[in-house]
């Protein structure tokens, strides 16, 4: 069984075949009778350790969609808070015979360590400073929903790239799919050695934006921080924070994207969060469906009986 544990384990064409199977739950997501019955008698755990409203809701969303049972363990009801450990706990989920598990756990590598111990598709919704690969993918579904191509496209990512695993998924996809990706972000919270992920760093936002054909923000991850001296939040969205003055050094057409949840007035403003035409923030969101019902039916189909993926 193969699972998603990041983009760094799939192949560009694997990504857009991904992107591909998305297509047609985009479509379906937007009529009145959403429901399939493709994943029927199957059953899926969302074993979330951490906080979520997008990737947990859409999640369940999309599985329910296509017709499997879907359950949620809330780590902060659940005998984690007896002290049992996570191994543990993903043993317990495989005895009951999950079909696919998909995991949020505040540590990188957590879900690696569980897809290595049990029988089903593990998927990565978001680990630790890791990866967050469906953010990554829905994200891609959404540029190439406005901008068809990822070639030749410059993508600016601006924020709290050190702890971000939005970024790392995105960077990964992004580069793999041919855009020019810039980061920017305060020199505390830039990783070393950024240049070997094929990325152009930057610390100044105003150079970061020029010219840019996508504008993707980034909270400060205020959970993870470890003592790097950060500005003030009136600082941060004066050095940092996209603004309507700002987003006029980007391209004429310049989209702004932003995974959630905002901190609106600090790294975007309202007037740009919610630029009707410009901002995608709302249909990130709407693609999320899509594209966990794709990597839910993709990564199911041996399990179904069906050839497995690429
Ligand atoms: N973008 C994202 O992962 O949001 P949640 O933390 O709400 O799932």
């Known amino acids: 069984h193969r699972g998603l544990v990041g983009i760094a384990g799939l192949a560009p064409h694997e990504i857009m ?22 994943l029927a008698g199957l059953t899926i ?29 809330h780590a902060a009801q659940s005998s984690v808070k007896k002290g049992e450990t996570l191994i543990d706990t993903a043993m317990t989920l495989n005895a009951m015979h ?13 879900v690696r360590l569980i897809a290595g111990k049990v029988d089903c598709p593990v998927l ?22 406005a901008k068809r191509a990822f070639n030749g496209l410059t993508v600016t990512i601006c924020g709290d790239i050190l702890h971000s695993r939005v970024a790392r998924s995105n960077i990964l996809c992004l580069t793999s799919l041919g855009a020019d990706v810039r980061v920017c972000a305060p020199p505390a919270l830039m990783p070393e050695a950024i240049e070997a992920m094929n990325v152009t760093p930057f610390h100044d936002f105003d150079a970061a934006l020029a010219g840019a054909d996508v504008v993707m923000m980034l909270r400060l991850q205020l959970e993870r921080m470890q003592g790097q001296f950060i500005p003030s939040p009136r600082e941060y969205r004066h050095l940092y924070g996209l ?3 700002r987003l006029e050094r980007a391209a004429p057409d310049a989209l702004v994207m932003h995974p959630g949840p905002m901190n609106r007035g600090v790294e975007i403003d309202s007037n740009v969060a919610d630029l009707v035409g410009r901002s995608l923030i709302t249909r990130q969101v709407e693609m999320g469906v899509a594209i966990r019902m794709a990597c839910l039916d993709v990564l199911t189909r041996k399990a179904r009986g069906l050839e497995g993926w690429a």
Do not use: C, Y
């Open 45 to 73: 755990i969302n074993a979330f350790f951490e906080n979520s409203t997008r990737t947990l809701l859409s999640f369940e969303i999309a599985g329910k969609r296509l017709g499997a049972d879907v359950v949620n363990m």
């Open 98 to 110: 999950a079909d696919a598990i998909v995991i949020r756990h505040g540590s990188s590598g957590a």
């Open 17 to 38: 075949f991904l992107l591909d199977e998305a297509e047609q739950w985009v479509q379906l997501n937007r009529h009145a009778q959403k429901h399939r019955n493709l």
């Open 243 to 245: 603004t309507l003055d």
């Open 124 to 145: 990565n919704a978001g680990d630790g400073q890791h990866e967050h690969p469906t953010q990554a993918l829905l994200d891609a579904l959404t540029i190439r929903h």
